[in-house]
């Protein structure tokens, strides 16, 4: 142990403090008293929601790349006990349950397995859950709950082989280092049916973009889902268990559920009756360029530019409207990474003039699903899909 | 000064001058081990009565933030939050302490019921 000389701390530390104030182009002004908060391997500038448990927002500037970068992927834990240091070398992965062969496994024996990677788009259930009218309780995204990432890992389906799973299995619960502050919270676990655990393309993932994964974002191993909401990929996955049972905990059975009624819609007036969990992510796009607060020229051509995305049917088409909606035109699909990433669109615009003007998108999945053209409604901010909008200043 | 203070020293300075960059901080230098620090940033509760009970019975298991992010609510919807939040996640509310919270949320981040005015 030693002291810090106090005298010499404060003089370093301001030195260090104007080297901030002239050091920081295009940053915010330096609060001294008050740094931007930073998050480990985050990078600085996301959209802060809540620290405590931390939950991020990627700004809309990071999806102008068909992967989004490890240090912007969002944020969202559920508790706060969130594991504050994992040292991968003790770190094991627990399968356990209606098996033959219960099985704990380390880091090195998934990676010596057979691997596997798929790109996929990684969305909150509550993305853009702010922008519900009227508004509901919960983190209020915006419109950056999801990134689009390569995953590598080792099928779930091939771990669950390992096991010997026996017959009668019905539902696999998943389960992280997460910890509820309070008895009384109910562990973060989720379930996905015997069948859809089985599906070759759920896999535990060690690597997001060929790196380890952020802390933040479920390292050392996380489930990944691809087309289903992220509320399944369990984060800092430690325990693997295989039921002869349906599974009835708190995440599946009263949280992370939606009205059992076309595309969730619901009114505040006369809620839903019968509710059922969330699953597969439904057919969106975004509008990345411009943003909401752009001005642009009139009379000079803009690349319009945003993504579109589904639950792994793939995107067959986007359509534009510079008129709020009065006529469409399809836009340009760019590269194809695959039925769970996202598809880049663009379209050139000529603004006619001065003025504000309404630029819509709407895509269709291959298998005929569209947004919708009226904004759902539910009790819990889920799956909005209406069509994006963005209102521009031309001038 | 010792050498470890000067090492110290040294590395708050890269720290406070690393702080101007937009990206995230180098990989950590051992791959195995991940290390993540809660910072402690969270802003203060304005004051209005009632006040100790909020952080009694709410910053326990989250931070002021999560109450800042939400929308202005109405009474209805905060009184729905409270009894959530007591019933569902067990929050250590007693009974008479209901309102106090619910007065509280109402005066300093919400506002009354439409009907109600």
């Known amino acids: 142990m030693f002291r810090l000389d106090r005298r010499a701390f404060f003089a370093l530390a301001g030195a260090g403090a104007s080297s901030l104030a002239f050091g920081c182009k295009n940053d915010a002004p330096p609060y001294i008293d008050k740094p931007p908060t930073r998050f480990t391997e985050k990078a600085l500038d996301l959209i802060l929601h809540t620290d405590r448990p931390p939950n991020l927002e990627t700004p809309l500037r990071y999806f102008r790349t068909d992967i989004t970068p490890n240090d912007a992927m969002f944020v969202r834990w559920h508790l706060s006990g969130l594991p504050l240091s994992i040292d991968a070398r003790a770190w094991r992965l627990r399968i356990e349950g209606h098996l033959d062969t219960p099985l704990s496994l380390s880091l090195d024996d998934l990676r010596a397995m057979e691997s596997v990677s798929i790109v996929a788009v990684n969305q909150c259930s509550g993305n853009s859950r702010s922008l519900f009218a009227p508004r509901v309780p919960g983190v209020q995204w915006t419109r950056g709950a999801i990134g689009n990432a390569k995953f590598t890992g080792v099928r779930l389906k091939d771990l669950l082989v390992k096991a010997g799973v026996r017959t009668g299995a019905r539902d696999v619960t998943f389960r992280g280092l997460d910890r509820a502050p309070l008895e009384s919270v109910p562990a973060y676990v989720k379930s996905l049916a015997i069948d859809r655990a089985n599906d070759a393309d759920v896999i535990v993932a060690y690597a997001m973009n060929d790196a380890p994964l952020p802390l933040l974002n479920g390292f050392p191993a996380r489930l990944v889902v691809p087309g289903w909401f992220s509320t399944y990929w369990v984060k800092a996955l430690t325990e693997i268990r295989v039921l002869d049972a349906a599974f009835d905990g708190f995440w599946m059975a009263k949280a992370y559920r939606i009205p059992k009624t076309p595309d969730a819609d619901e009114s505040p007036a006369e809620l839903a009756k019968e509710t059922t969990p969330i699953t597969k992510i439904n057919v969106r796009s975004l509008i990345v360029r411009p943003e909401p607060d752009e001005t642009v020229s009139p009379g000079r051509a803009y690349e319009l530019e945003g993504i579109a995305f589904d639950g792994g049917a793939g995107i067959k088409r986007v359509e534009v409207s510079t008129d709020g909606g009065a006529t469409w035109s399809d836009a340009r699909l760019g590269a194809d990474l695959g039925r769970y990433s996202w598809r880049r669109w663009r379209a050139t615009w000529t603004p006619p003039g001065p003025g504000t003007h309404a630029i819509l998108a709407r895509a269709t999945s291959t298998a005929g699903e569209e947004q919708r053209a009226t904004p759902q409604w539910n009790r819990a901010g889920y799956m909005r899909n209406v069509f994006e909008r963005v209102d521009v200043r031309v001038g | ?117």
């Open chain 2, 1 to 117: 000064m010792t050498r470890a203070t000067l090492s110290v020293a040294a590395l708050t300075l890269v720290a406070l001058a690393s702080s101007c960059d937009r990206r995230a901080p180098t990989p950590p230098v051992d791959p195995n081990i991940h290390v993540f620090a809660l910072p402690e940033d969270d802003p203060p509760l304005p004051e209005a009565p009632g006040k100790s009970l909020v952080v009694g019975s709410c910053l326990t298991c989250h931070s002021a933030r999560y109450i800042g992010d939400q929308p202005k609510f109405p009474r209805k919807t905060w009184t729905a939050e409270v009894d959530k939040m007591k019933k569902t996640y067990g929050a250590p509310i007693a009974p008479e302490s209901t309102k106090t919270i619910v007065d509280y949320l109402v005066a300093t981040h919400g506002r009354e019921d439409e009907q109600a005015q």
